[in-house]
Every structure is written in C-alpha cells, then in structure tokens.
C-alpha cells in the first residue's frame, strides 16, 4: 500500500498526522453509530456531503432516530409512513402481552415457604399437620398470639381481652392443639417444656405461611 502526501514529511510528523486522523475517526463514531440507527429504523440512507451541498440533518435528530423533517406517527394502528416505524414492528410492539408481574412474587413466596418448611423438624411438621386438621374457627395468626402468650405466663383472662376471643373457646383451643401425643408431658398431663417450642415453631409457620 502507497501512502502520498503533499509535501514531504519527517517521521514525528507522519507520527502527529496519524494520532490527528484517529482522533477524527474516534470523534466520528457516534455519528456512524446514528447513521446505522437512523437506517435501521427508516429505511433511508444517509449520505455525508460538504456544508452546503445538501440539506443537512443535525446530530440529535440522528441520535434520536428520527429525521427532522419527518411526519409525526400514524394512529390507530394504520400503516407507519417511510420515514417511521414499520407498520410490522408497530404491531409486534402491540400485540405483546405484557409480562406478568406476579410470578416472580410467587416464586419467591414458595421457595421461602419451602426454606420454612425445611427448618421444622420431622416432630414440629407432624404437629403442624395436626394444627391444619382442627376446626378453623381459629386463625393462624390466633393460634400464634394464644401460644405465644401462654408460654410467656400470661392468663386466659388476658388473652381473652387483647384476642376479643371467649376465654372458654380459647382454653378448648389450646388443649386440643397440645393433644398431639409428641407434645404431651411425661406424666400426661398439658405439655411439656420441650412440646410447647415444638408448638411454638409450628404455629409460627403456620402463621407466616397464611400472611404470604
């Protein structure tokens, strides 16, 4: 390859012309990048001339893709004019169900819901399965507070008034939940130290389960 020059020049000034032309070149990159754009989207082809020859197309309006002269965009669906978006593109753009926003909320919810449900230990699931076959006339998130605060030592009466529940209803409630003969005491009677955390841990899980 011959390079020829119009005057003659040293190796300093063939070494400063050609960091001036890379310069040039790096600085002329956007502008190719918004002409490829500017084609892409239109369809046109764009043509580099001197000032004055030809209408000129500022920088911006080939960065945003749009010529500057060009119609504003068809409604209702009609066909896109040369100079916007294809009338196909338009469509597609259209047509596209959106995607679902909840799924990923789901998804996160069951896989914690299944990190939960690996914690408990083999005794606490099978008390938590005893928990969901007794009547619903409680909630999960009653069962929570009555356990939470009889362990604590709090009275039936008091419950009974923070609740709004009978303190009756909420004596049968606990007896029936520490039926379940792995949560029971030694000697038979209520249940013992280690059976009230079992309990404890199953309505937890139960409660958060039903808030997800």
Do not use: C
């Not at 040293?10 to 600085?27: I, P, Q």
């Not at 009609?78 to 998804?107: F, W, Y």
């Not at 007896?175 to 379940?180: E, G, Y």
């Not at 009677?189 to 955390?197: P, R, V, W």
């Amino acid at each position: 390859m011959t390079y020829y020059f119009d005057t003659p020049m040293t190796a300093a000034d063939l070494t400063a012309k050609v960091e001036a032309m890379l310069t040039a070149a790096k600085a002329m990159e956007p502008l190719a990048k918004a002409m490829a754009e500017f084609e892409a989207a239109t369809g046109r082809k764009l043509v580099l001339t001197e000032e004055g020859t030809r209408p000129a197309i500022s920088l911006d309006a080939l960065l945003a893709g749009v010529p500057q002269d060009a119609p504003p965009a068809a409604q209702d669906n009609a066909p896109a004019p040369e100079s916007g978006i294809p009338a196909t593109r338009v469509a597609k753009t259209e047509d596209a169900a959106p995607a679902p926003r909840t799924a990923p909320l789901r998804a996160a919810a069951e896989k914690q819901r299944i990190a939960d449900w690996a914690r408990l230990t083999p005794t606490e699931r099978r008390v938590v399965e005893h928990l969901e076959g007794l009547p619903d006339t409680f909630t999960p998130d009653d069962d929570e507070h009555l356990v939470d605060m009889l362990i604590k030592g709090n009275k039936l009466d008091i419950i009974s008034a923070l609740l709004g529940i009978d303190a009756d209803a909420l004596k049968a409630r606990w007896n029936a939940m520490v039926r379940h003969p792995e949560l029971r005491a030694a000697n038979g009677k209520g249940a013992s130290l280690n059976g009230q955390q079992r309990l404890l841990a199953a309505v937890r899980y139960r409660a958060k389960e039903a808030a997800q």
